[in-house]
C-alpha cells in the first residue's frame, strides 16, 4: 500500500463512446511510468455493450477500477448523479489529479465534484469553441475550461480560444490531439480488417453516415426530412449508416430509410466497435456526419466530410482540413461534387502527429515532479503563442 499511495494518482474520468478513444493512449503511457497509478473511472453515461464495453476490448484497457453508473436521464439529472456518485470516490480515494477529456455531461459533472474539493483537474481536448449555446457541449467545454487547473488543446485556436477567455496562459499548454494517438495506436488493426465487405461493398466505393445530434434527430421533421435526403445520397453511392440508439429508436418509430434499405443501397448496422468503424472510415469515398471527433479523423485522413451543422467547435477542420459545414438542403450537390472530384490529399496540422499522450505524461510528470520516482522534470514547456 504503501509503494502504491506514493505513485502520483491519475483518475481518467470517461462516461460516454467519445471519450474512451481520448482516455485509451494516455491511460497505456501513464501505466508504463513506475511513478504513475492510472485509475479508470467510468461514470457510466454510454453503458450499453455497443457503445462502451466494445471501444475497451479494442483500445486493450483493463475493467474500470471506479464503474459510477449513472446511466441516462434528462441532462440535469445526468450530471447531478455523476456529481454525487463521483464525490464520494473523491473523497475516499483522494487522487492527486482528475484528467477529463471531451465535452459530455460526465466531463462537467466530474470537474465541478473535484473543483470543490480542491482536487487538481486537467482537461484534454481544452479550448474547442462552437460559440453555439444552444448545444448542451458548449456549454460542458465553458464550464469544465473555466475550472480546470490545466488545460490541455489539441489546436492552437484552442489556445487562443483561452487566452481570448481571461485564462492566464501558464495554465494552456498545446499537446495536440490525443485521438489521433489513438488512430495510429490502432492503425494495423484497422487496416486489416475488411468490415466493409460485410455489407457487399468495395474500398472507396461506398459513404459513412453517422447522425445523432438532438438539433438533428429530436424534431421527427428534421429527421425526417434529413433521412430523405440521405435516401437520395444512397442513391448516389451506398451508404453505411451505423445508427446510434438515440437516432435508432427514432427512425424505428417513424419507419423511416425502409426504401433504401431495401433497395441493398443503405445499410443501418447497430452502433459499430472502433476499429471496424474506422476501417468503414478508412475506406470510404466520403463520409457524412454531426460528429465532432469523426471531423478530426477524416481530416487526418485525408477523406471528404459533410458535417451536418451550421458550426463547428472544431474550425481547423475547415481551414486546414477536409471537412465542410453542409446544410441539408446542400447535401445532395455537395455529395455529387466530392464524387466529381479527385479524392483529396491527406493535410498535415501541427501537433497531430499520434504523441499527444507522451507529452501530456511529461505535463502531468512537471507537476509532480520529484515525487514518488518521479523524475525532477522541468515544467514541460508551454507551446503558447499569442499571434
Ligand atoms: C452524448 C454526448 C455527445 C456525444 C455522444 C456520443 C452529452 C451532452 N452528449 O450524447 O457529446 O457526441 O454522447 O455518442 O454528454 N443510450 C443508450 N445506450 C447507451 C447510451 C445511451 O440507449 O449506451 C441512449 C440514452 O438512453 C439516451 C440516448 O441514448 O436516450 C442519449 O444518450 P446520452 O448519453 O444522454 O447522450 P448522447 O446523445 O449519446
Given at each position: 500500500m504503501g509503494a502504491r499511495s506514493a505513485r502520483v494518482q491519475v483518475h481518467l474520468v470517461c462516461g460516454a463512446r467519445p471519450n474512451f478513444m481520448k482516455v485509451a493512449p494516455l491511460y497505456h503511457a501513464l501505466a508504463a511510468e513506475p511513478w504513475a497509478?492510472?485509475?479508470?473511472?467510468?461514470?457510466?453515461?454510454?453503458?450499453?455493450?455497443?457503445?462502451?464495453?466494445?471501444?475497451?476490448a479494442d483500445f486493450g484497457l483493463p475493467e474500470p477500477h471506479v464503474s459510477l453508473g449513472v446511466g441516462s436521464g434528462t441532462h440535469a439529472e445526468q450530471t447531478a448523479k455523476v456529481m454525487v456518485?463521483?464525490?464520494?470516490?473523491?473523497?475516499?480515494?483522494?487522487?492527486?489529479?482528475?484528467?477529463?477529456?471531451?465535452?459530455?455531461?460526465?466531463?462537467?459533472?466530474?470537474?465541478l465534484a473535484a473543483a470543490k474539493l480542491g482536487v487538481k483537474v486537467a482537461h484534454l481536448e481544452a479550448g474547442l469553441r462552437s460559440r453555439d449555446r444552444r448545444m448542451p457541449e458548449e456549454l460542458n467545454r465553458l464550464v469544465t475550461d473555466v475550472l480546470a487547473d490545466l488545460l490541455w488543446a489539441p489546436?492552437?485556436?484552442?489556445?487562443?480560444?483561452?487566452?481570448?477567455?481571461?485564462i492566464p496562459a501558464g495554465r494552456i499548454q498545446l499537446v495536440g490531439n490525443i485521438?489521433?494517438?489513438?488512430?495510429?495506436?490502432?492503425?494495423?488493426?484497422?487496416?486489416?480488417?475488411?468490415?466493409?465487405?460485410?455489407?457487399?461493398?468495395?474500398?472507396?466505393?461506398?459513404?459513412?453516415?453517422?447522425?445523432?445530434?438532438?438539433?438533428?434527430?429530436?424534431?421527427?421533421?428534421?429527421?425526417?426530412t434529413l433521412c430523405a435526403i440521405l435516401e437520395s445520397v444512397s442513391e448516389l453511392v451506398p451508404l453505411v449508416f451505423p445508427v446510434h440508439p438515440r437516432?435508432?429508436?427514432?427512425?424505428?418509430?417513424?419507419?423511416?430509410?425502409?426504401g433504401a434499405r431495401r433497395a441493398g443501397r443503405l445499410f443501418l448496422p447497430e452502433p459499430m466497435p472502433y476499429i471496424a468503424f474506422m476501417n468503414l472510415v478508412f475506406n470510404a469515398r466520403l463520409v457524412i456526419t454531426d460528429s465532432g471527433g469523426i471531423q478530426e479523423e477524416t481530416t487526418y485522413l485525408g477523406i471528404p466530410c459533410l458535417t451536418m451543422r451550421e458550426n463547428t467547435e472544431r474550425p481547423i477542420t475547415v481551414t486546414h482540413g477536409t471537412n465542410r459545414l453542409c446544410a441539408p438542403d446542400q447535401l445532395l450537390a455537395s455529395v455529387r461534387e466530392i464524387?466529381?472530384?479527385?479524392?483529396?490529399?491527406?493535410?498535415?496540422?501541427?501537433?497531430?502527429?499520434?504523441?499527444?499522450?507522451?507529452?501530456?505524461?511529461?505535463?502531468?510528470?512537471?507537476?509532480?515532479?520529484?515525487?514518488?520516482?518521479?523524475?525532477?522534470?522541468?515544467?514541460?514547456?508551454?507551446?503558447?503563442?499569442?499571434?
Open positions: 497509478d492510472p485509475v479508470i473511472v467510468h461514470t457510466g453515461q454510454h453503458y450499453d455493450a455497443n457503445m462502451s464495453g466494445a471501444f475497451f456518485a463521483y464525490e464520494r470516490v473523491l473523497q475516499e480515494r483522494r487522487p492527486d489529479l482528475v484528467v477529463v477529456v471531451g465535452d459530455v455531461n460526465s466531463t462537467a459533472a466530474a470537474t489546436s492552437q485556436d484552442g489556445v487562443e480560444n483561452l487566452l481570448a477567455e481571461g485521438m489521433i494517438d489513438t488512430l495510429e495506436m490502432c492503425r494495423e488493426r484497422i487496416e486489416r480488417q475488411d468490415a466493409f465487405s460485410a455489407f457487399g461493398l468495395r474500398p472507396g466505393g461506398f459513404a459513412v453516415a453517422t447522425i445523432h445530434r438532438p438539433s438533428n434527430v429530436d424534431d421527427p421533421a428534421v429527421l425526417g437516432t435508432g429508436r427514432r427512425i424505428a418509430a417513424e419507419g423511416l430509410l425502409a464524387l466529381r472530384r479527385r479524392p483529396p490529399s491527406a493535410p498535415r496540422i501541427p501537433y497531430w502527429d499520434g504523441r499527444t499522450a507522451g507529452r501530456v505524461v511529461e505535463a502531468i510528470r512537471g507537476q509532480f515532479a520529484g515525487r514518488a520516482g518521479a523524475a525532477p522534470a522541468e515544467a514541460a514547456p508551454l507551446a503558447v503563442s499569442r499571434s
